[in-house]
């Protein structure tokens, strides 16, 4: 590994500065625009949108476009794309350009199936010539930062991470981001943090380490041991998005601050109107259902909270039931006799 170091509280992905050195991971289903503005103002330095069709964008899905809108609040944001064919590709690419997003992300890493059998996501890991043409196909049309997220690859040495890491360089990517599983392993077992270290002394450009952070310490941990410039946080962020500011204050010489529940609660409420808005109302008590279930995690009363959750259809009634639970967690935090 890297030789231990104090952590900057800032790098660079070209001229893209990124401050605090964080980052939301990109999250099916779950990074949309509301859910990125809150990780935002819980101090996260980079916010990353859900995984894109290259092809979807192309041929004008309605409901991908949606998903790349952009408020000058999440600033900067990276559009995470994935597909195999360098020329749509690289239309994909000029397209996300266009819409103002800061930086383009490919994704070499998603390990589903039905992406993986396409040919996109991890599959590329094991075709360098195309992964090759893919890059340069991308990086043609760019004057943006252009990024990838990998994983280890199909097999637990690194090999392959190590030489499409180089072939990325070698095409003029900007930066890295590595979650150090194997395609297999998907979200098991634990990443292997040593390969981040390794991977730091192989490249020039930025690394983003990725992989089983669930603490503003274990944020700093990683940046410490492995060397690398920035971490990246996905399912922490989904019940935790506090994780943030914790790691942007610790990183300061400060200590965690103590989030009231007045304050979580203020959060989610302010997460329920954008969603509503951003979604319409249908849609996003369907979506609520499951968000606020992480959100509450670990509350007292979330369980129950949660069976009532699962049958709300109206804003009226998601508010009335947060009204509800925040009402009884502030009971129990004041000590009174709860009925």
């Avoid at 900057?8 to 625009?33: M, Q």
């Avoid at 995984?51 to 609040?73: C, D, G, P, Q, Y």
């Avoid at 819409?99 to 998603?110: E, P, Q, R, Y």
């Avoid at 396409?118 to 990086?139: D, F, H, I």
Wanted: include cysteine.
């Amino acid at each position: 590994m890297a030789e231990t170091r104090f952590p900057s509280d800032e790098f660079f992905i070209s001229d893209l500065r990124v401050s605090p050195p964080t980052a939301l991971a990109p999250l099916a289903g779950v990074t949309c625009l509301p859910f990125r503005k809150m990780v935002k103002s819980m101090g996260c330095g980079l916010v990353y949108t859900e995984m894109i069709s290259a092809r979807a964008l192309v041929f004008e899905s309605e409901k991908t476009w949606k998903m790349m809108e952009i408020h000058r609040t999440e600033r900067p944001v990276a559009v995470q794309i994935f597909g195999c064919e360098p020329d749509i590709m690289a239309e994909a690419a000029a397209r996300v350009q266009a819409s103002g997003a800061d930086m383009v992300d490919i994704n070499f890493g998603c390990s589903v199936r039905k992406v993986v059998k396409t040919g996109a996501g991890v599959a590329l890991m094991r075709e360098p010539e195309l992964a090759e043409q893919v890059l340069k196909a991308a990086r043609n049309v760019l004057r943006i930062p252009l990024t990838i997220k990998i994983r280890t690859g199909w097999d637990p040495s690194g090999q392959q991470a190590f030489r499409i890491a180089e072939l990325a360089e070698h095409c003029g990517v900007d930066a890295l981001a590595f979650h150090p599983r194997t395609a297999q392993q998907r979200f098991g077992g634990r990443a292997n943090r040593t390969l981040i270290g390794d991977m730091k002394k192989r490249i020039t450009i930025p690394l983003i380490g990725n992989g089983d952070i669930d603490s503003a310490e274990d944020a700093l941990s990683m940046l410490r041991e492995t060397g690398c410039d920035g971490v990246m946080i996905g399912r922490a962020a989904m019940a935790h998005p506090g994780i943030f500011e914790d790691t942007a204050r610790m990183l300061a010489g400060h200590g965690n601050r103590n989030r009231s529940s007045d304050r979580h609660f203020d959060m989610i409420g302010r997460f329920v109107d954008e969603m509503i808005d951003h979604h319409g109302e249908a849609i996003a008590c369907m979506l609520l259902r499951s968000r606020l279930c992480f959100l509450v995690k670990g509350l007292p009363g979330a369980v129950d909270f949660r069976k009532k959750l699962s049958h709300v259809t109206t804003r009226n009634q998601v508010a009335d039931l947060l009204l509800d639970f925040r009402s009884a967690v502030k009971a129990r935090e004041s000590g009174s006799i709860l009925p």
